[in-house]
């Protein structure tokens, strides 16, 4: 049990990091029939007569390739049918359902079918037009697929596993439908088409007013119809009872259409109804025929295994106790197992850590090491030639201090003997120089002396003669 959680969570994580694993696409309004899935209709047309507001058109693809076509009711919360072609037989694959987003929000980003606990709160009004995995947890009801992925190969499967292709069926029916449908398609209908690429499929339901949770519509019964679109061409309708599963009941396509809604077509000109192979439609009819006695027979078996359940149901009661504590020392061998490889992984993490802490710590000091001694190397050089520059450098200074000594020495005599020397030359050479001067002061002390004399004469001279011009008559100026 613990497995099989454990894979299923392994599984919706690669749905939730590959986002391509199981696409779906809601068709608008203004296309034509159900757009890129149209292939699974003979002609490519496909049923008339589904015009209800709530009848939802979805393109079902995987890989962005359509794989087959489905009608959905939000009104029931249930496909009404599914149009499929068969490929081959395959094992079936660990379930993993899908919802499709558009349903519910047709404005939201998700163009694809997604899980939807990968969906969180991304989406509007989730499960309003949809069944969820919670309207089937505790019903007693399983999730019954009306294209089974047994009649698809491995790459078709894992799309065949959404909610928008399951009706809610018992586990008794769910068995019965898929066991009728698989024996019927692969015994009866693809042997006696010629070309089975021409061999069209609609899986659909009935709804009923029984509703799981009052929200999701349990089939009245459910139904297969078949065209073999070629020239030798038959087609052919199955009905299985919700009351019944055993039952399967063979009829012609119109009158599976009548037990559908009015005015419903499922195949184009009903797949050539008029001018069908009575030989192959009667062969196909056989077949079918003997698979139905063969599930009758298989009824009366299980009627008289019947009779003996009770005490297989006693030695089940007596035997459970015994299995729960089988069940228990397994878990607990299984936890004890779990806890040794546990603790064995722990120790060699430790002891691994700790070598390569070692190691690490080792090429650390090698490298600190090997640094170091680069560096010094490095600097030798360096240190001998800026010693040998302040050896010269001193010797230098040393020159120029003996030089200025020895020059200081000698420039106290040599100046002294200089100045002595000149010092009668000097003295000499000043006399003219000094007589000249005391002459030219002489000379401008008499030119200074002469010079105020006559101005002072010139002076009396003027005041003279301006009194004598004030008192003396004009007329008399002339004597």
């Given at each position: 049990?613990?497995?099989?959680?454990?894979?299923?969570?392994?599984?919706?994580?690669?749905?939730?990091?590959?986002?391509?694993?199981?696409?779906?696409?809601?068709v608008?309004?203004?296309?034509?029939?159900?757009?890129?899935?149209n292939?699974?209709?003979?002609?490519?047309v496909?049923?008339?007569?589904?015009t209800?507001?709530?009848?939802?058109?979805?393109?079902?693809?995987?890989?962005?390739?359509?794989?087959f076509?489905?009608?959905?009711?939000?009104?029931?919360?249930i496909?009404?049918?599914?149009?499929?072609k068969?490929?081959?037989?395959?094992?079936?694959?660990?379930?993993?359902?899908?919802?499709?987003?558009?349903?519910?929000?047709?404005?939201?980003?998700?163009?694809?079918?997604?899980?939807?606990?990968?969906?969180?709160?991304?989406?509007?009004?989730?499960?309003?037009?949809?069944?969820?995995?919670?309207?089937?947890?505790?019903?007693?009801?399983?999730?019954?697929?009306?294209?089974?992925?047994?009649?698809?190969?491995?790459?078709?499967?894992?799309?065949?596993?959404?909610?928008?292709n399951?009706?809610?069926?018992?586990?008794?029916?769910?068995?019965?439908?898929?066991?009728?449908?698989?024996?019927?398609?692969?015994?009866?209908?693809?042997?006696?088409?010629?070309?089975?690429?021409?061999?069209?499929?609609l899986?659909?339901?009935?709804?009923?007013?029984?509703?799981?949770?009052?929200?999701?519509?349990?089939?009245?019964?459910?139904?297969?119809?078949?065209?073999?679109?070629?020239?030798?061409?038959?087609?052919?309708?199955?009905?299985?009872?919700?009351?019944d599963?055993?039952?399967?009941?063979d009829?012609?396509?119109?009158?599976?259409?009548?037990?559908l809604?009015p005015?419903?077509?499922?195949?184009?000109?009903?797949?050539?109804?008029?001018?069908?192979?009575?030989?192959?439609?009667?062969?196909?009819?056989?077949?079918?025929?003997?698979?139905?006695?063969?599930?009758?027979?298989?009824?009366?078996?299980?009627?008289?295994?019947?009779?003996?359940?009770?005490?297989?149901?006693?030695?089940?009661?007596?035997?459970?106790?015994?299995?729960?504590?089988?069940?228990?020392?397994?878990?607990?061998?299984?936890?004890?197992?779990k806890?040794?490889f546990?603790?064995?992984?722990?120790?060699?993490?430790?002891?691994?850590?700790?070598i390569?802490?070692?190691?690490?710590?080792?090429?650390?000091?090698?490298?600190s090491?090997?640094k170091?001694?680069?560096?010094?190397?490095?600097?030798?050089?360096?240190?001998?030639?800026?010693?040998?520059?302040?050896?010269?450098?001193?010797?230098?200074?040393?020159?120029?201090?003996?030089?200025?000594?020895?020059?200081?020495?000698?420039?106290?005599?040599?100046g002294?003997?200089?100045?002595?020397?000149?010092?009668?030359?000097?003295?000499?050479?000043?006399?003219?120089?000094?007589?000249?001067?005391?002459?030219?002061?002489?000379?401008?002390?008499f030119?200074?002396?002469i010079?105020?004399?006559?101005?002072?004469?010139?002076?009396?001279?003027?005041?003279?003669?301006?009194?004598?011009?004030?008192?003396?008559p004009?007329?008399?100026?002339?004597?």
């Amino acid at each position: 049990r613990e497995w099989t959680m454990k894979t299923s969570i392994v599984l919706l994580l690669c749905i939730s990091v590959f986002p391509g694993f199981s696409q779906g696409r809601v068709v608008r309004e203004d296309e034509t029939g159900f757009a890129e899935c149209n292939v699974f209709f003979p002609g490519q047309v496909p049923p008339e007569g589904f015009t209800e507001p709530f009848h939802v058109k979805i393109c079902q693809q995987y890989n962005k390739e359509p794989r087959f076509a489905t009608l959905y009711s939000t009104k029931d919360k249930i496909p009404l049918y599914s149009a499929f072609k068969f490929t081959k037989p395959a094992r079936s694959e660990e379930e993993s359902w899908l919802v499709e987003p558009q349903i519910d929000d047709p404005e939201n980003d998700l163009h694809e079918m997604v899980h939807e606990a990968n969906i969180g709160g991304t989406v509007a009004n989730l499960g309003s037009n949809q069944a969820l995995t919670s309207d089937y947890v505790g019903s007693g009801y399983e999730r019954g697929l009306l294209n089974p992925s047994l009649l698809n190969e491995e790459d078709f499967q894992v799309a065949t596993y959404t909610l928008t292709n399951a009706v809610p069926l018992s586990p008794a029916l769910s068995k019965s439908w898929h066991r009728d449908l698989g024996k019927v398609v692969e015994q009866a209908l693809t042997p006696h088409c010629s070309k089975m690429d021409h061999l069209y499929l609609l899986a659909g339901a009935i709804p009923s007013s029984v509703q799981v949770k009052g929200k999701v519509s349990v089939p009245e019964s459910l139904w297969l119809a078949a065209c073999c679109d070629t020239p030798e061409g038959w087609s052919l309708g199955l009905v299985k009872k919700i009351s019944d599963e055993n039952s399967l009941a063979d009829l012609t396509v119109r009158e599976l259409e009548k037990q559908l809604l009015p005015g419903v077509h499922l195949f184009k000109g009903h797949c050539g109804e008029d001018k069908q192979s009575q030989e192959k439609r009667e062969a196909v009819l056989q077949a079918v025929s003997q698979i139905r006695s063969g599930e009758q027979v298989g009824a009366s078996n299980n009627q008289e295994t019947k009779e003996s359940g009770w005490v297989r149901r006693v030695a089940g009661i007596i035997a459970t106790p015994f299995i729960k504590l089988l069940e228990l020392l397994i878990y607990i061998f299984v936890e004890l197992v779990k806890l040794v490889f546990y603790f064995l992984w722990l120790v060699v993490k430790r002891i691994v850590g700790t070598i390569l802490d070692g190691v690490y710590s080792l090429w650390n000091g090698m490298v600190s090491y090997l640094k170091a001694v680069s560096m010094v190397l490095i600097s030798i050089p360096y240190d001998v030639g800026r010693v040998i520059i302040n050896i010269f450098l001193g010797f230098l200074q040393i020159v120029q201090d003996v030089v200025s000594l020895t020059y200081r020495i000698l420039s106290i005599p040599v100046g002294f003997v200089l100045h002595l020397a000149a010092f009668p030359y000097h003295s000499i050479c000043a006399i003219p120089s000094v007589l000249k001067d005391m002459a030219t002061g002489i000379g401008g002390t008499f030119s200074l002396v002469i010079d105020a004399t006559a101005a002072v004469l010139h002076g009396f001279c003027y005041l003279a003669g301006h009194i004598v011009k004030r008192f003396v008559p004009k007329g008399s100026s002339d004597d």
